[in-house]
């Protein structure tokens, strides 16, 4: 009897072995699985996806597939025409990377990781490639019992990209987590989201200001949190019956954006606000909201030197915000807290335009009205 207890105890081990073997080999086909229906299912949207050879890996803690030279590329990102912002036109986008590593815990099938590896370049538009570099980068998708998306967090360090113009931004860390619900009534939360970056370095040519003295090239700290509400269209905003037709319908449904913090340190200027966005009728952005904002001046001096702001706009907020403004007894910069608006494209500052927004040009926008 005892000799066969010593047996039992010496195959036991084998055969949770074996077990574990060939549980990750299921892993991994499912993995595979998963990846090949993405790939058709984009292509018969009108993406194109090309990739090189596929490894699988991972064992004994997770399954993974290493994909070769990914590049997925559409020339028409919402199906039909393009979304324009200003000079800026969205249509088209490539996106492409030395490889990525796809991988799935055995311990959390519901949980995907995607990290790039080696060299990336993002083009949109008509743009000029750029490229995108970070010592670590990676997403997180936590998915439903049924394959939905119920998370979403995003997780990089020293990420750079060279923009074709400006030149090189660069984040330190950048992190950012994302709720979904599966559904959402009238003015309901469909997801809450943070962001996170610190710090921020930006191009020598942004730091313009009365003297070059602008608010320098490092914003210190960005930090954004809300709330987006309404039900989402069927499809999500990137497929279905097309762009417009889908905001419109968000829109009407009670849609709408919750800032509950939005927090930019750039040297000695800082922003802290809250608002409340959503599209008025011709589906541009408008709102409300409140604005703690310190060392102003150089701010409003260094948006003017950027052609962000025009001299007399320039001119009026700081009169307005001198009038509110309370001066630190300790020699800190002037601070003051102001309501803001958004209106018919006019960001407002207690009823003093400051700056025009350029136009959401919409796609399809002439037939959706």
Known sequence: MRHKRWIALAVLPALLLAGDFFYWRLAVSQLRDAFETWTRRAEVTGWDIRHGAVTEGGWPNAATLRVEHLTVRTASIFGHGALSFGSLRLDSMAWGSDAILLSTGLARPDAL????????????????????????????????????????????????????????????????????????????????FSVSARPVVLPDTMNRGP???????????????????????SGGFMGGQGL???????????????????????????????????????????????????????????????????????KAAKAVLSLLATTPSDGEPAQVEVPLTLQFRTLSVRQVPLVRLPEFDWPEHQSAF
């Open 113 to 192: 990781e995607v990290t790039p590896v080696g060299v990336n370049t993002l083009r949109l538009g008509d743009g000029q490639p750029m490229p995108v570099s970070a010592s670590h980068m990676r997403l997180r998708l936590t998915l439903r019992p049924n394959g939905s998306l119920r998370a979403v967090d995003l997780d990089a360090v020293t990420l750079a990209a060279e923009f074709p113009g400006p030149g090189k931004v660069s984040v330190g860390h950048l992190s950012g987590h994302a709720d979904l619900k599966a559904t959402a009534g009238r003015d309901q939360p469909v997801a809450t």
């Open 211 to 233: 003297g070059n003295r602008g608010p320098g090239t490092e914003i210190s700290e960005f930090a954004l949190e809300g709330v987006l509400n309404g039900p989402m269209p």
């Open 244 to 314: 417009t037709t889908q905001a419109m319908s968000w829109r009407d449904e009670g849609g709408s954006l919750e800032l509950h913090r939005l927090a930019i340190a750039w040297g000695q200027a800082r922003l802290d606000a809250t608002a409340t966005l959503a599209l008025d009728e011709e589906l541009q952005p408008m709102g409300a909201g409140t604005g703690k904002i310190v060392g102003y001046e150089a701010a409003l001096d260094a948006l003017a030197a950027n052609n962000v702001l025009t001299r007399s706009a320039t």
